[in-house]
Nanobody, 124 residues
């Protein structure tokens, strides 16, 4: 197992959740990491990216200002702090890693490593 997400759950609209992505079996500190999500009946949507050293982060328009990505390379873990959650944030959230920077439209199965996903459900 290389990436394991945790922290998902059921939360009311306006609430917060913190997702974690624990890496193992590869040199996490060298990898560009992303969060992507898939809502019911919809395609994969890129959410956020973070460079290997954590110095650069990027967000989709849908989550910018509400979500914060971070990583702790000493603990081989990436985080996604989600605040002001909305009903449309309901999705399965996946973390994935690539040895180099990739475009936001990269399919999940083209990343070097990917997790199994964690469900986030926001009630209105």
């Amino acid at each position: 197992v290389h990436l394991v997400e945790s922290g998902g759950g059921l939360v009311q609209s306006g609430g917060s959740l913190r997702l974690s992505c624990k890496a193992s079996g590869f040199t996490f500190s060298r990898y560009y990491m992303v969060w992507v999500r898939q809502a019911p009946g919809k395609g994969l949507e890129w959410v956020s990216s973070i460079y290997s050293d954590g110095m650069k982060t990027y967000y989709s328009r849908a989550v910018k200002g509400r979500f914060t990505v971070s990583r702790d390379n000493a603990k081989n873990t990436m985080f996604l702090q989600m605040s002001k959650l909305e009903f449309d944030d309901t999705a399965v959230y996946y973390c994935a890693g690539a040895a180099s920077v990739v475009v936001t439209t990269t399919p999940l199965d083209e990343y070097d490593y990917r997790g199994q996903g964690t469900q986030v459900t926001v009630s209105s």
